[in-house]
């Protein structure tokens, strides 16, 4: 059985019971943001979209409860790929011996652009925790794309096209790089000095060790002692740094130059640092 094609479909930043401030931030960071959703799970969202892939804000508001979003950290926190068949995704992951959960179904009511609404729903298979310090780790199917990807949303005054790269650190990468390698074959892993890169569509992610995210971001870069593993870092594209810049400026965000690109440091982001580049 094929095992699955890496393709990143977006990034879960956890925002825990912090999603108006989070909200406030990332518009203030030049996003635009679709309307506040809510999961048939009990989790509430907002999200920046952008061509292929998007970012989602996730947390829980008063009076709901997710286990699976209170209990990690603020900050990045799930990589989320691709699939056009939960099922058969499942079932390749699955038959390659590899700790999956059952595929699942949820919703979440959409206020569309321009008047209307609709329901966007979803399948997912998601790894069992155990198997992912760093975070949770799953495949999302989109049963109505239509309601995820509207041009209204995708035209940020920051500029960002898309997602381009993951930064997870890890005491010993080879231990996550393998994990790569069973879900999505040994090809699709690439060696590197300090660790290793997962090459996922029109993104990567790179899997490092503590010291390389220092050397590589200094400052900039969340506090990752004590965990084994941790997202860290999330890169997007933007069509201009010079409209990111103005963007940040005007939002009053603190950044600077660095790692290519622009670099808002993880003491203003809550958990992560977000990068742009051109």
Request: a negative charge.
């Amino acid at each position: 059985m094929p095992l699955p094609v890496p393709a990143i479909d977006h990034v879960v930043i956890n925002v825990r019971d912090g999603l108006d401030a989070a909200a406030d931030l990332y518009a203030r960071l030049g996003f635009t943001l679709t309307p506040r959703g809510h999961h048939t799970l009990g989790s509430s969202n907002n999200l920046a979209i952008f061509g292929t892939d998007y970012l989602e804000l996730l947390g829980v508001q008063p009076g709901n409860s997710r286990t699976d979003v209170l209990d990690w950290p603020a900050g990045l926190n799930g990589l989320v790929f691709k699939t056009l068949d939960a099922d058969a995704t499942h079932a390749a992951l699955q038959a390659a011996g590899l700790p999956v959960l059952e595929p699942q179904a949820f919703s979440r009511p959409v206020d569309l652009p321009g008047g209307g609404s609709g329901d966007a729903a979803f399948r997912t298979v998601r790894m069992e925790k155990v198997a992912v310090p760093a975070g949770r780790l799953f495949f999302c199917q989109h049963l109505t794309p239509q309601h995820v990807w509207h041009p209204a949303w995708q035209r940020h005054a920051n500029g960002a096209l898309g997602i381009v790269r993951a930064v997870v650190a890890a005491d010993d990468p080879a231990t996550l790089g393998e994990l790569f390698m069973r879900m999505f074959g040994a090809d699709a892993v690439r060696q590197k000095a300090g660790g290793c890169s997962l090459l996922a569509g029109l993104a990567r992610v790179d899997v490092v060790t503590p010291a390389a995210l220092r050397a590589e971001f200094g400052d900039a870069a969340p506090d990752v002692s004590g965990r084994t593993q941790a997202m860290a870092v999330l890169t997007l594209r933007t069509a201009s740094l010079a409209r990111a810049a103005a963007a940040l400026q005007a939002g009053g965000v603190a950044a600077a130059p660095g790692a290519g690109g622009l670099v808002v440091p993880a003491a203003v982001m809550g958990g992560m640092a977000l990068v742009f580049q051109e």
